[in-house]
């Protein structure tokens, strides 16, 4: 599996980003995917996650309400509306999928990363 995310830049604080992450390679075995972000100094940290068929998520509490995930499993695409963004917002953020190959062996992939910066 592969992952290609898209969409970061700058934006001032109130503003809006719209990232994307595109998958390709064994994408039928991939199941949960999710948003990570880390910013310089700090750990790498879960922004949202969804589930195989979009019909669960969770959200850190520093987001709710502002950003939404979303994925289109035709186009083997995951998303992450961005609103309201604030400086503390900036980082590096980074696409995650879980990907059970032949059903028994579970497997985490990363993309390269996209960076998000937000100025007051």
């Known amino acids: 599996v592969q992952l290609v995310e898209s969409g970061g830049g700058l934006v001032q604080a109130g503003g809006s980003l719209r990232l994307s992450c595109a998958a390709s390679?064994?994408?039928?075995?991939?199941?949960?995917m999710g948003w990570y972000r880390q910013a310089p100094g700090k750990q790498r940290e879960l922004v949202a996650a969804?589930?195989?068929?979009?019909?669960?998520?969770n959200y850190a509490d520093s987001v709710k309400g502002r950003f939404t995930i979303s994925r289109d499993n035709a186009k083997n695409t995951m998303y992450l509306q961005m609103n309201s963004l604030k400086p503390e917002d900036t980082a590096v953020y980074y696409c995650?999928?879980?990907?059970?190959?032949?059903?028994?062996?579970?497997?985490?992939?990363w993309g390269q990363g996209t960076q998000v910066t937000v100025s007051s």
């Open positions: 995650n999928a879980e990907a059970l190959h032949y059903g028994l062996d579970l497997q985490n992939y």
């Open positions: 390679g064994s994408t039928f075995d991939i199941n949960t």
């Open positions: 969804i589930t195989g068929g979009g019909g669960s998520t």
